[in-house]
């Protein structure tokens, strides 16, 4: 009895640890199987600047968005330099003063391809297609090869796109020989069709907007705003593209600068350069609004940074990039037609609204556009 007791005991030991071994064994075979860990996305954004001197030139320059520091640069030989990054990170759109658009691989800045036309492209992954507008209509490229697909005259103006979505946001313009009017249009790009247009956003009550001049869709693609002249007046608006009415309609002092939406559709940021002489009290401040009801939140002060000249002068902001996962936005500031004389892109904190850097200050050459993607 005395050995079959050992006996058993030494079995119980000897099954427990095979037990223990087969668990060991599952827990490895597991965390191999693993999915990897998150990769945080990284972002670059991207400028295009012009100089009035030859010897410095306009280029196209890459900053990174995470050290906000200055990476690459190229040049590029028109006076106009526009530029516009795809939600996947693997094409970035040069155009402007040239006569034709090229698309340049964001990690060098090698040109991949030139379009033969003047486009404002849209980069449509999740269709497999590029939109690009021109005067006439619009052109469908394949997105790998670039080959034209189809053409048609429907009118999609500085088409605009987002993450994820087959849809392409855009303007039509109406009136003979002259824009007297302004209307909004979404294209489908997977069914290669118009999904919904309005005429001048047009209301109820029988009002409506006459010429838009910038937009911004918010993630979700249920609301664009936008600056815009009226016939009462010159408005920061916004409109439910879903349940097709007005959100509201806010009086601003011109229609020139740039509104975008915040990442999480909780604010608008309105940058206002003034231009041409008109509305002179403008320049000089970030507008932010509440993305809901269109109420002035707060304002940062762009007056008398720019010491440079004889005196004091604003820096006139013009363009406006949120970064799309950090509480910053990029405002690009520097405008010409109001005699600027320095010009630098700001970077702002979103949570403390205050100006945290200064990127590319010049007074040689001016940031005409700006835009983010990430980096590949």
Not at 255 to 282: H, I, K, N, Q
């Amino acid at each position: 009895p005395l050995f079959a007791t050992s006996g058993r005991r030494v079995r119980r030991r000897f099954v427990a640890v095979l037990a223990l071994c087969g668990c060991c064994l599952l827990v490895t075979l597991s965390c191999s199987k693993a999915p990897p860990r998150f990769q945080p996305v990284k972002y670059r954004l991207y400028a295009g600047v012009n100089s009035p001197l030859d010897d410095f030139g306009s280029k196209v320059v890459v900053i990174d968005a995470e050290t906000d520091s200055v990476i690459d640069s190229v040049a590029y030989s028109s006076g106009y330099v526009v530029v516009d990054a795809s939600s996947d990170g693997k094409y970035l759109q040069v155009g402007g003063g040239e006569q034709n658009t090229r698309i340049y691989d964001p990690n060098d800045l090698s040109i991949i391809h030139e379009f033969d036309y003047r486009h404002q492209l849209a980069f449509v992954p999740e269709a497999g297609l590029i939109l690009g507008d021109y005067y006439k209509g619009i052109k469908l490229y394949d997105y790998t090869n670039y080959n034209l697909l189809e053409e048609d005259t429907l009118s999609v103006r500085y088409p605009q796109t987002l993450p994820g979505q087959t849809l392409t946001y855009g303007l039509v313009h109406f009136g003979e020989g002259h824009t007297d009017s302004t209307g909004f249009v979404i294209y489908d790009c997977a069914e290669r069709k118009i999904r919904k247009s309005w005429h001048r956003l047009s209301r109820p009550d029988g009002t409506s907007y006459r010429v838009i001049y910038h937009f911004d869709v918010d993630r979700t693609g249920r609301r664009v705003y936008g600056t815009t002249m009226t016939m009462v007046g010159v408005m920061l608006f916004c409109y439910d593209l879903v349940g097709d009415s007005s959100v509201f309609d806010t009086p601003i002092l011109s229609p020139y600068g740039e509104a975008r939406v915040s990442p999480d559709g909780r604010e608008v940021y309105l940058v206002d350069p003034g231009g041409l002489g008109c509305w002179p009290d403008t320049p000089g401040k970030v507008f932010i609004y509440d993305a809901n009801n269109g109420s002035l939140l707060d304002e940062i002060s762009l007056k008398g940074l720019d010491t440079t000249g004889t005196y004091p002068r604003p820096l006139y902001a013009t363009h406006i990039r949120f970064h799309p996962e950090k509480p910053k936005v990029y405002v690009a500031c520097g405008f010409w037609h109001q005699g600027a004389s320095v010009s630098v892109i700001l970077v702002i904190d979103t949570q403390t609204r205050k100006i945290i850097k200064w990127l590319i200050p010049s007074r040689l050459q001016t940031v005409q556009t700006i835009d983010i993607g990430p980096a590949r």
